[in-house]
């Protein structure tokens, strides 16, 4: 079994940076791709990002592309979601989540976290 927490998130103002943490227990890390999704009250679990188990191929949504960066350290069993120059849409709930492939759809994970909070100030 794979357990996921994130953390990192807080209130920040627009412009601000903020780095999110994923981190994993449980499962061979190295194996799974991590994607980062998030959900603002009262839309869908929206696509942010996305790493492969070797962390050679990642996947960017065009809202976050260029302001947004996903990494990984299998030998931390952690992914980081390093975000710039927020924005206010960017407030939501972030979750990580663990799949067999990189993918940008919800339905191509198994394993999720709980879910960190960032909210950017306008």
């Known amino acids: 079994q794979v357990q996921l927490v994130e953390s990192g998130g807080g209130l920040v103002q627009t412009g601000d940076s903020l780095r999110l943490s994923c981190a994993s227990s449980?499962?061979?890390?190295?194996?799974?791709?991590v994607g980062w999704f998030r959900q603002a009250p009262g839309t869908a679990r929206d696509f942010v990002a996305a790493?492969?188990?070797?962390?050679?191929?990642?996947d960017y949504a065009d809202s976050v592309k260029g302001r947004f960066t996903i990494s990984r350290d299998n030998a931390k069993n952690t992914v980081y979601l390093q975000m710039n120059s927020l924005k206010s849409e960017d407030s939501a709930v972030y979750y990580c989540?663990?799949?067999?492939?990189?993918?940008?759809?919800?339905?191509?994970?198994?394993?999720w976290g709980q879910g960190t909070l960032v909210t950017v100030s306008s």
């Open positions: 449980g499962g061979t890390f190295s194996r799974y791709a």
């Open positions: 989540a663990v799949g067999s492939q990189l993918s940008s759809h919800s339905l191509g994970y198994v394993y």
């Open positions: 790493i492969s188990g070797n962390g050679v191929n990642t």
